[in-house]
């Protein structure tokens, strides 16, 4: 099947500071890719819908200042979180998506610790 | 709008005993229903989807779920436990092609399944 990785899978890093979170598709090409953030013990909660060459949508109450998302080409997409705080913890994943037939295909996530 | 719900935040069976996870959703389209499992620590896997053919979705690892119209209903089941079940699982809906939901997801608050020897 399809595969997405995500680099860094895990990255702690101090209040203050910025981090970017990277989504690979590595056998296909996406149009679409959408970043997801899950608290602990939460479900999966969309934060953002890029699609490559285009300004990324954001979800109602996501910070696209705070969120930056890049998606330069069809298979990759970056997430840079900005300044970062401590509630800003949580894991960070994204899928990939060609469109059609339909089917997401989720990377492997980014477990993100402010401190 | 859509939502999802998924009744029992945590589910335990013993091997070999029927997996039954619920999950009812609402939505004011056509929807299309999924299934993920999410291991710790890691992405979502598919297990099945429903995109308005069969009413009755075949999955991977012999999972099935039942569309139901009526009840706005897609439980996921699974007819023999085996420990490697044990995993959180999210039901998902979307809209359908066309539609300003098509291809974003709104996900259940997910069920642990526990199975226990």
């Known amino acids: 099947g399809a595969v997405v990785s995500q680099h860094p899978s895990r990255v702690i890093c101090k209040s203050g500071t910025s981090v970017k979170i990277e989504c690979r598709s590595l056998?296909?090409?996406?149009?679409?890719m959408f970043w997801y953030r899950q608290f602990p013990k939460q479900s999966l909660m969309l934060m953002a819908t890029?699609?490559?060459?285009?300004?990324?949508?954001?979800e109602q109450g996501v910070e696209k200042d705070k969120f930056l998302i890049n998606h330069a080409s069809l298979t990759l997409s970056t997430l840079t979180v900005t300044s970062a705080h401590p509630e800003d913890s949580s894991f960070y994943i994204c899928?990939?998506?060609?469109?059609?037939?339909?089917?997401?295909?989720f990377g492997p996530g980014t477990r993100l610790t402010v401190t | 709008a859509q939502s999802v719900t998924q009744l029992g935040s945590h589910v335990s069976v013993s091997e070999g005993a029927l997996v039954l996870l619920r999950c009812n959703y609402s939505?004011?389209?056509?929807?299309?229903l999924f299934w993920y499992v999410q291991y710790p620590n890691q992405g979502l896997q598919l297990l099945l989807k429903?995109?308005?053919?069969?009413?009755l979705v075949k999955g991977i690892n012999g999972f099935e779920a039942e569309f139901k119209k009526s009840e706005t209903s897609f439980h996921l089941t699974k007819p023999s436990a085996h420990m490697s079940d044990a995993a959180e699982y999210f039901c998902a809906v979307s809209g359908p092609p066309g539609g300003t939901s098509y291809g974003k997801l709104t996900f259940g608050q997910g069920t642990i399944l526990t199975v226990h020897p």
């Open positions: 056998d296909f090409q996406a149009t679409t």
């Open positions: 899928s990939a998506w060609t469109g059609g037939p339909y089917e997401q295909y």
């Open positions: 939505s004011s389209v056509p929807p299309y």
């Open positions: 429903y995109t308005s053919a069969a009413t």
């Open positions: 890029s699609n490559e060459g285009s300004k990324a949508t954001y």
